[in-house]
Nanobody
C-alpha cells in the first residue's frame, strides 16, 4: 500500500491549507490514520489522528484550527488547516495503520509534503 500526500505549500500567517493523503493498493481496513509533522531540528510529532470509528485526537497547539477527516470509500484522509502560524511550518507526513487483508497488517507512511507559514 502506498500513501500519496499532497496539498502543502507556502502561505502567510492566518492562511489555510488542506492536506490530502490517498492510499493506493489493496486496503482491507484502515483502523487509524494520522498526520505527523517534523520541523527542522525537531522530532516528528503527531498532529492529528482519526480512527475507523471516527474518534479524533489533536495536538494541543492545533486544536480549534485543524480538522482531520477521512473518506473510507476513497481511502483518503484530509487535514484542513486554518489560521496557520509560523510554528506550524514543517514537513507533514500521513500514516495509515490497519490491515491490507484479514491476515496482513498495514502500517504505511506517505512521502511528506512541505508546509511553510511565513510571518
Amino acid at each position: 500500500v502506498q500513501l500519496q500526500a499532497s496539498g502543502g505549500g507556502l502561505v502567510q500567517t492566518g492562511g489555510s491549507l488542506r492536506l490530502s493523503c490517498e492510499a493506493s493498493g489493496t486496503v482491507f481496513v484502515i483502523v487509524k490514520a494520522g498526520w505527523y509533522r517534523q520541523a527542522p531540528g525537531k522530532q516528528r510529532e503527531l498532529v492529528a489522528s482519526i480512527t475507523s470509528g471516527g474518534s479524533k485526537k489533536y495536538l494541543a497547539s492545533v486544536k480549534g484550527r485543524f480538522t482531520i477527516s477521512r473518506n473510507d470509500t476513497e481511502n483518503t484522509v484530509h487535514l484542513q488547516m486554518n489560521n496557520l502560524k509560523p510554528e506550524d511550518t514543517g514537513v507533514y507526513y500521513c500514516n495509515a495503520q490497519g490491515r491490507r487483508s484479514p491476515l496482513h497488517e498495514l502500517d504505511s507512511w506517505g512521502q511528506g509534503t512541505q508546509v511553510t507559514v511565513s510571518s
